[in-house]
């Protein structure tokens, strides 16, 4: 291979990265903020130390801070690049859909039942994050901007999070009747009531019917 070709080679491979601007780099933190949030969970899990849930549950408003931070950026600089949409949705993903479905098993849902319910929810939220970008331009205004959800936004899901905050701030934690809202047997199955919250959150990202304003 030649110099010329190297260098040829070596300016594509950076070109992605060249192409961010500021609120892209914003929008890495927030999807690096929910990874942090599912790892901390993680460890819990290895160690059985409360203190990593607590590191999670704090990575996860710093993430909706960045979340709302990325599009108020580029609307200020007048820069956006052309994978700042695809950039958010995914860090979205990270940070509202899995990093909330990771902490409710780290804190006891782990049954059947349980593992299903928070798998509907993360598909909710995949699905209403494709939607969102699919609909989005039907959906602007003449400035562009986006007049308001078809659905609840996936960030909703933050409010899940202060539920099980709560619920390891009082000591309800564990696989069993020790999780707040304790257990029900269904058949050969376990079910913790609280994860219906999950089930009536996904339903509302979902829904055709619901539209929230957007501010």
């Known amino acids: 291979m030649t110099t010329e070709s190297h260098e040829k080679q070596k ?12 609120a892209d780099f914003v929008t890495l933190g927030n999807g690096f903020s929910g990874a942090g949030a599912i790892l901390s969970a993680m460890q819990y899990l290895a160690t059985g130390e409360t203190r990593w849930l607590w590191v999670a ?21 007048f820069k956006s690049s052309p994978l700042g949409a695809d950039l ?17 098993f780290a804190v006891g849902m782990r049954g059947a039942l349980d593992v299903a319910v928070l798998l ?18 039907q959906l602007s205004d003449g400035t562009g901007k986006v007049r308001y959800f078809e659905g609840t936004p996936i960030p909703t899901s ?18 069993g009747e020790g999780l707040l809202g304790g257990v029900w047997e269904v058949g050969a199955f376990s079910l913790h009531p609280l994860v219906l919250l999950y ?17």
Request: net charge positive.
């Open 11 to 22: 300016g594509r491979h950076f070109s992605m990265i060249r192409t961010f601007v500021l």
């Open 57 to 77: 549950f704090a990575l996860m408003p710093l993430a909706f801070v960045l979340d709302a931070l990325d599009g108020r950026i580029a609307r200020w600089r």
């Open 88 to 104: 958010d949705s995914l860090a979205d993903v990270i940070s509202f859909g899995m990093a909330p479905a990771a902490l409710a």
């Open 120 to 137: 509907y929810f993360v598909a909710c939220g995949i699905s209403r994050l494709a939607r969102f970008n699919v609909t989005a331009a």
């Open 158 to 175: 933050l409010a899940l999070v202060g539920v099980l905050a709560v619920a390891t701030w009082k000591g309800r934690l564990g696989p």
């Open 199 to 215: 089930l009536v959150s996904g339903s509302a990202m979902i829904s055709k019917t619901l539209r929230i304003p957007k501010f």
